[in-house]
C-alpha cells in the first residue's frame, strides 16, 4: 500500500501562519511570506535541486527566488515547473517531499520546521498494468458463462475494466 503518483507535473499546498495553539484564540492570523520545499529521493539520500539535478545534502527550492508560487488569497503555495522528470524520475522509486513555512514576524520571521507530520512519502509509478482475458478464447461464442483473466502491474491492481462489443452487422 502507499501513495503512487504517475505523474509530477506539479505540487501544491496549503500553508496559514495560526498565533496560538488554541484555534478559538487565532483572532489575529500572521501572512506567511515565504515556502521552501525539499523533494529527497529516498534511494539515494540525494535532494532535487533549482538546477535541475539531484544532490547530495540538502536543497530548498524557495518561493523567494520564483520557484514556489504563493497564493494568498487561497492560501497555498504549488510548485509549476522545475520538477523532476525523465530520467531524473525513474519508476518504482520513493520519494519524500516536506514544506518549511515563514511569517511575517517582525525580526525576519519565524520559519516552520522541515519534516513535520505535513510531509509526505509518494512511490512514482510509470509503468502500465496489462490485462489477459484467458477464457473465452477470442474464437466466437454465442454464449458464454463467465470471463476469465489476469492482471498484473509492478505494484498492485486496484480495477480490472472490461468491454464486450457486438461486431455482428
Same mark, same amino acid.
Request: glycine share 10%; proline share 3%; charged share 15%.
Given at each position: 500500500?502507499?501513495?503512487?503518483?504517475? !505523474?509530477?507535473?506539479?505540487?501544491?499546498?496549503?500553508?496559514?501562519?495560526?498565533?496560538?495553539?488554541?484555534?478559538?484564540?487565532?483572532?489575529?492570523?500572521?501572512?506567511?511570506?515565504?515556502?521552501?520545499?525539499?523533494?529527497?529521493?529516498?534511494?539515494?539520500?540525494?535532494?532535487?535541486?533549482?538546477?535541475?539535478?539531484?544532490?547530495?545534502?540538502?536543497?530548498?527550492?524557495?518561493?523567494? $527566488?520564483?520557484?514556489?508560487?504563493?497564493?494568498?488569497? %487561497?492560501?497555498?503555495? @504549488?510548485?509549476?515547473?522545475?520538477?523532476?522528470?525523465?530520467?531524473?524520475?525513474?519508476?518504482?522509486?520513493?520519494?519524500?517531499?516536506?514544506?518549511?513555512?515563514?511569517?511575517? @514576524?517582525?525580526?525576519?520571521?519565524?520559519?516552520?520546521?522541515?519534516?513535520?507530520?505535513?510531509?509526505?512519502? $509518494? %512511490?512514482?509509478?510509470?509503468?502500465?498494468?496489462? @490485462?489477459?482475458?484467458?477464457?473465452?478464447?477470442? @474464437?466466437?461464442?454465442?454464449?458464454?458463462? !463467465?470471463?476469465?483473466?489476469?492482471?498484473?502491474?509492478?505494484?498492485?491492481?486496484?480495477?480490472?475494466?472490461?468491454?464486450?462489443?457486438?461486431? %455482428?452487422?
Amino acid at each position: 500500500t502507499g501513495v503512487f503518483v504517475s !505523474s509530477l507535473n506539479v505540487v501544491t499546498g496549503t500553508m496559514v501562519d495560526v498565533t496560538n495553539s488554541n484555534l478559538v484564540d487565532n483572532v489575529n492570523l500572521g501572512a506567511v511570506s515565504n515556502v521552501w520545499v525539499r523533494l529527497q529521493r529516498l534511494d539515494t539520500g540525494e535532494y532535487w535541486n533549482i538546477g535541475g539535478t539531484w544532490q547530495s545534502g540538502s536543497s530548498d527550492i524557495k518561493s523567494e $527566488f520564483g520557484k514556489v508560487t504563493l497564493t494568498p488569497a %487561497t492560501s497555498s503555495w @504549488a510548485i509549476n515547473s522545475g520538477l523532476p522528470s525523465g530520467l531524473n524520475l525513474p519508476g518504482g522509486t520513493s520519494y519524500y517531499i516536506t514544506a518549511s513555512g515563514f511569517d511575517n @514576524a517582525d525580526g525576519g520571521g519565524n520559519q516552520e520546521a522541515f519534516y513535520s507530520v505535513r510531509g509526505t512519502t $509518494f %512511490t512514482y509509478d510509470n509503468v502500465k498494468p496489462t @490485462a489477459t482475458i484467458t477464457s473465452p478464447s477470442l @474464437a466466437s461464442y454465442r454464449s458464454f458463462s !463467465s470471463i476469465n483473466g489476469t492482471a498484473n502491474d509492478d505494484y498492485s491492481v486496484t480495477r480490472v475494466e472490461i468491454q464486450i462489443q457486438d461486431l %455482428t452487422y
